[in-house]
């Protein structure tokens, strides 16, 4: 199976400043891959790397095959890209908005388009200007679809959006995600999300990637829980530890305290985690494994703000 993303060495900087130094991963074809990370992370730089919009410093990114930065017009008319903000030409009608974007695209699918747009109950003369932030998603996501894409490239699709939209996001995403050979590569902030749609989860932290099927992290990452009567201070002294790589075989990798009740994360099974927590003098009390949504995990693994 080829790959519709492959990156390499990448390094790439701002103002100065490394945002990646040696960034290595690949999508195949056909996979559905979210990328998480903190604010500030370089999620939406690497998208504009991907799009070409951005050139590194060094190293190699193929998207479909040829280099980001030299996209042919045939390659990147198979890319579907959906920026942050869902844009939109406002001073269009949703008809001004559908024939506008068919010249661009040899596969262009009006009954796609308007499939999808359709559905709000508005007129075809209606502006973009006057609709809300979901009905624009809506129009953009015809826009993407209608393109019928190889590759879609979606950077947090769910900023502005209500249930209702983000549902409706997902379900169209799944339809597309069924379909032979397509891929998806997507960050949102909204992770319970993602946990409903991708296959493989990327994780970026500080420059760094951990590439990791979502059952396989979902299954081998865990989260425990306990009553704790000890003071807050001795929990913070804890996770000052853990902040700092001081603890004990790195056994935890996140906690969170909220009243006594406490949450720890880690890859160890919970005898482990019970002996390490002994060791360092914290009474946990009534020490059980709980169910871990992916939004858990993504907190344990990279920290909460």
């Known amino acids: 199976m080829s790959n519709a993303?492959?990156?390499?060495?990448l390094g790439h900087r701002y103002n100065g400043r490394?945002?990646?130094?040696n960034l290595n991963f690949s999508v195949p074809e056909?996979?559905?891959?979210?990328?998480?990370?903190?604010?500030?992370?370089?999620?939406?730089?690497l998208?504009?790397?991907?799009?070409?919009?951005?050139?590194?410093?060094?190293?190699?990114?193929?998207?479909?095959?040829?280099?980001?930065?030299?996209?042919?017009?045939?390659?990147?008319?198979?890319i579907?890209?959906?920026?942050?903000?869902?844009?939109?030409?406002?001073?269009m009608t949703i008809a001004q908005t559908e024939r506008f974007y068919r010249g661009f695209y040899p596969r262009w699918n009006p009954e796609v388009f308007f499939g999808l747009v359709d559905r709000m109950g508005l007129p075809l003369n209606h502006k973009v200007a006057n609709m809300s932030c979901g009905q624009r998603s809506q129009v953009v996501l015809g826009v993407i679809m209608a393109q019928d894409p190889d590759l879609l490239i979606l950077d947090d699709y769910s900023m502005g959006l209500d249930a209702g939209y983000r549902r409706l996001f997902l379900d169209v995403l799944h339809d597309f995600a069924a379909r032979k050979g397509k891929t998806?590569?997507?960050?949102?902030?909204?992770?319970?999300?993602?946990?409903?749609?991708?296959?493989?989860?990327?994780?970026?932290?500080?420059?760094?990637?951990?590439?990791?099927?979502?059952?396989?992290?979902?299954?081998?990452?865990?989260k425990y829980v306990f009553n704790c009567d000890d003071p807050p201070e001795q929990t913070q002294a804890l996770a000052q530890n853990l902040a700092q790589g001081l603890a004990q075989d790195?056994?935890?990798?996140?906690?969170?305290?909220?009243?006594?009740?406490?949450?720890?994360?880690?890859?160890?099974?919970?005898q482990a985690v019970e002996r390490h927590l002994a060791d360092l003098g914290v009474q946990a009390r009534d020490l059980s494994q709980a169910p871990m949504s992916l939004e858990d995990g993504f907190?344990?693994?990279?920290?909460?703000?």
């Open 5 to 9: 993303i492959e990156i390499r060495g």
């Open 18 to 21: 490394a945002i990646y130094e």
């Open 30 to 45: 056909g996979a559905v891959c979210g990328l998480l990370g903190k604010n500030g992370q370089g999620k939406t730089t």
């Open 47 to 78: 998208v504009n790397i991907l799009m070409g919009f951005l050139k590194p410093f060094k190293g190699k990114c193929l998207v479909l095959g040829e280099d980001s930065h030299n996209l042919p017009p045939e390659v990147r008319a198979r």
């Open 80 to 91: 579907g890209l959906l920026h942050e903000g869902h844009l939109a030409y406002e001073f």
């Open 184 to 222: 998806v590569f997507v960050t949102s902030h909204i992770v319970q999300d993602l946990e409903q749609l991708v296959d493989t989860i990327i994780f970026i932290d500080q420059g760094e990637i951990m590439q990791v099927g979502l059952e396989e992290f979902l299954s081998a990452f865990r």
């Open 250 to 270: 790195h056994i935890i990798r996140g906690i969170e305290r909220r009243g006594r009740k406490v949450a720890l994360y880690s890859y160890a099974d919970i």
């Open 299 to 305: 907190i344990g693994l990279m920290g909460n703000y």
